[in-house]
């Protein structure tokens, strides 16, 4: 069973190496979130000393959001291509120098230049520590991940009031060349950030057997299987899979395993987005030594969560080129209307999460509460948020409620708020209790995008999925300054942006409610 994950020593997974990266995650989005965990603290603070609009000051904070999210693509394309160490240390290295070169060119225009840079710096090193710790983590992945979540609350729990203390003794100039030092510390985690060392040995052994292969593939790694996942092989779904590429099917993926295997392709794509709960599809091939197994996990009824395993390590995934009309037939899921419920989901989430945390230490202060006590306010937020984004997880898992359903119940809560509590608020109490509700269902929903577009574009079409709606929510946050601006500067207050964001958390949720009832009614009928 050589194939198997190695359970000691230093090629372990769940092995203390493997906490020691976890840690190093947890560390880097700790240390890493000090400038954007603090821009409502520099968003005041930008309109003071520089004397220029809200709308002006927002626009940096909001590109660094909105070149976070377009760094996804160009990601994944460094890491298939790089040490995931360099990437993060290039990453957080950068993320410092941003920070640092606002102190060294201190005006508005560096600021309008550079915190954007860590914005890109932000999304380079964030999906490389996310990688880095599924490599080397199997049955405790979901604490190490847990693990990193906590460092990013932290960030946000501690840093804001920290951030407006620091501009208070320092001055605002001061303040960023102390955060492009605190931010320096994430750099000792991304030292500590490697592959797991079997991926290192396996890589070197597959280059001297076949460098052109090895070249072309260095860095197409799949996640190893464990132990308890010893189904048997389906002998009907791999002869159909075998008589599907002999008829000349080109979208398949194979493997070439060291020993003398037959190459072997097992799939299992249901791609139907309906609430009934399916089993786990996990197929293998007979023998231990040539493992081709493609597992297609519905969780929670519903939605997949796609992952390739493979046996041994040495072996990469080969595909063949798709052809221009398949590629465009995998577009599919843009005819359907839900892809685009989701994708407006999700921006307004956006749209929110961002224009919330930049702008409600102004909104608070507008009220009289005093600089310190309004950035308590986003430490209230980063607790609602963590404590939402666990409880959904927690909601799914058990089956209380599907995804969508609990969409659809964050979206009209979040419409009561903001067209309720947030023009009422006066008083320090409502805003907290405002601050701390917003954040727990923000969380809530920010954890389902992702999963809800998985059951709706399928398996095999999942990156699509996501780059698409990425694209397109990337794109209308370049609206979102304009509209800051429109409320604070021209109508002088911020409940008209929060009113506006209201409604439509009530459009989508009648859009929610809309689709259950004729999905109910369809099938009654």
């Not at 694209?471 to 911020?494: K, N």
Request: hydrophobic content about 45%; charged content about 15%; aromatic content about 12%.
């Amino acid at each position: 069973m050589g194939g198997h994950r190695p359970r000691s020593g230093i090629d372990a997974v769940d092995s203390a190496w493997s906490w020691i990266v976890g840690v190093a995650s947890a560390w880097i989005f700790f240390w890493s979130n000090v400038l954007f965990c603090s821009s409502g603290v520099l968003f005041v603070h930008v309109v003071r000393h520089f004397e220029v609009s809200h709308g002006q000051a927002f626009w940096p904070f909001s590109l660094a959001n909105t070149l976070y999210l377009l760094m996804g693509p160009v990601a994944s394309f460094v890491m298939v291509r790089g040490n995931i160490r360099y990437i993060s240390l290039l990453g957080t290295v950068l993320l410092s120098f941003a920070a640092f070169l606002c102190f060294i060119n201190f005006q508005y225009s560096s600021i309008l230049m550079f915190i954007p840079l860590a914005g890109v710096a932000h999304g380079l090193f964030d999906p490389a520590n996310r990688v880095v710790v599924n490599q080397v983590f199997d049955r405790q992945l979901s604490q190490a991940r847990s693990l990193s979540i906590m460092g990013i609350a932290l960030s946000y729990i501690i840093f804001p009031p920290v951030t407006e203390a620091l501009i208070e003794e320092y001055g605002l100039r001061g303040t960023f060349l102390l955060l492009s030092g605190l931010s320096m510390h994430a750099i000792a985690g991304s030292l500590l950030l490697r592959p797991p060392a079997w991926m290192r040995k396996r890589l070197k052994k597959s280059r001297r057997r076949n460098p052109r292969r090895s070249r072309s593939n260095s860095n197409t790694h799949s996640r190893p299987m464990s132990p308890n996942e010893s189904n048997s092989i389906d002998q009907d779904v791999l002869e159909r899979v075998r008589q599907k590429r002999l008829a000349g099917v080109s979208r398949v993926s194979y493997m070439s395993v060291d020993s003398s295997a037959a190459e072997a392709v097992v799939g299992n794509v249901d791609s139907e987005d309906d609430e009934a709960g399916d089993q786990d599809t996990l197929r293998r091939t007979p023998s231990n030594e040539d493992i081709v197994i493609f597992q297609q996990c519905r969780m929670n009824n519903s939605v997949y969560q796609p992952t390739v395993l493979t046996l041994p390590r040495s072996s990469f995934f080969e595909q063949t080129r798709e052809t221009g009309t398949e590629w465009v037939s995998q577009l599919d899921f843009l005819r359907n209307p839900l892809f685009y419920l989701i994708t407006a989901t999700w921006f307004t989430i956006s749209y929110t999460y961002i224009s919330f945390l930049v702008t409600f230490i102004d909104f608070s202060m507008s009220k009289g509460i005093s600089a310190i006590r309004s950035s308590l306010l986003i430490s209230v937020f980063a607790t609602g948020q963590l404590l939402g984004q666990l409880l959904s997880e927690y909601v799914s898992h058990r089956g209380i409620m599907t995804r969508r359903t609990l969409t659809m119940a964050n979206c009209f809560f979040l419409a009561i708020l903001l067209l309720c509590l947030a023009p009422a608020c006066r008083t320090y109490t409502s805003f907290a209790l405002l601050s701390l509700m917003i954040g727990w269902f923000a969380g809530s929903c920010s954890v389902v995008f992702a999963p809800m577009l998985g059951a709706l574009v399928g398996v095999e079409n999942l990156s699509k999925g996501l780059g698409c709606a990425t694209l397109f929510v990337a794109l209308v946050t370049l609206g979102r300054p304009s509209l800051v601006g429109y409320f604070r500067d021209v109508h002088g207050g911020y409940g008209g942006l929060y009113v506006a964001l209201g409604i439509v958390f009530f459009l989508l949720f009648v859009a929610y409610a809309g689709g259950a009832l004729y999905k109910r009614f369809s099938r009654s009928t």
